[in-house]
T-cell receptor
Framework: GQQLNQSPQSMFIQEGEDVSMNCTSS?????WLWYKQDPGEGPVLLIA?????ELTSNGRLTAQFGITRKDSFLNISASIPSDVGIYFC???????????FGTGTRLQVFP | EAQVTQNPRYLITVTGKKLTVTCSQN?????MSWYRQDPGLGLRQIYY???????DKGDVPEGYKVSRKEKRNFPLILESPSPNQTSLYFC???????????????FGPGTRLTVT
């Protein structure tokens, strides 16, 4: 099945550092979503993007919907230990509930 | 409390023995989906439903069935489970803007299935 290219696969950073991850697709999407998953839990929505070029923030998190509609990025500023987890991007096309997920970025934050 | 519930949370079964994983949401959401999550492959959509009696295949529907007879429930049925269906399964639901609920997907807690 179709998947998004998400990078990096994993990141090991020090507390206080900024983090950046991105997703690219060969298909155009009308919606880009970013989720975080903690061990043993279901994914939790962080940011939803609905317009090309849109830049949206949620606390220390900022995400952008690429102008070509084929990519998106997520930035986390001043990382803290509770940012540890797996981050997934997901894309959805117009008028469907078919959601395509990236393969995830595993984030580790060291004090 | 708004939530998506799944049962069972853990299941070990044998090849060929039919099973059903239930999913229920209390948010009056129109859309419901099933995903499986496997290491290195992320989440892959199995089936989705945009309303009662309306279901569509996702990316990996083979070996699965679903039904949507009521708005709140969306069971996942494995008629003849095989070992390659060993996975972590998530149900999700989402509403529409008009409903006034969160537009994007709420995920359930997951069901870990092992088929031997």
């Amino acid at each position: 099945g179709q998947q998004l290219n998400q990078s990096p696969q994993s990141m090991f950073i020090q507390e206080g550092e900024d983090v950046s991850m991105n997703c690219t697709s060969s298909s155009i999407f009308n919606t880009w979503l970013w989720y975080k998953q903690d061990p043993g839990e279901g994914p939790v929505l962080l940011i939803a993007l609905y317009k090309a070029g849109e830049l949206t923030s949620n606390g220390r998190l900022t995400a952008q919907f690429g102008i070509t509609r084929k990519d998106s990025f997520l930035n986390i500023s001043a990382s803290i230990p509770s940012d540890v987890g797996i981050y997934f991007c997901a894309g959805r096309s117009y008028n469907t509930d078919k959601l395509i997920f990236g393969t995830g970025t595993r984030l580790q934050v060291f004090p | 409390e708004a939530q998506v519930t799944q049962n069972p949370r853990y299941l070990i079964t044998v090849t060929g023995k039919k099973l059903t994983v239930t999913c229920s949401q209390n948010m009056n959401h129109e859309y419901m989906s099933w995903y499986r999550q496997d290491p290195g492959l992320g989440l892959r959509q199995i089936y989705y439903s945009m309303n009662v009696e309306v279901t569509d295949k996702g990316d990996v529907p083979e070996g699965y069935k679903v039904s949507r007879k009521e708005k709140r429930n969306f069971p996942l049925i494995l008629e003849s489970p095989s070992p390659n269906q060993t996975s972590l399964y998530f149900c999700a639901s989402r509403g529409t803007i008009q409903a006034g609920t969160t537009y994007e997907q709420y995920f359930g807690p997951g069901t870990r299935l092992t088929v031997t």
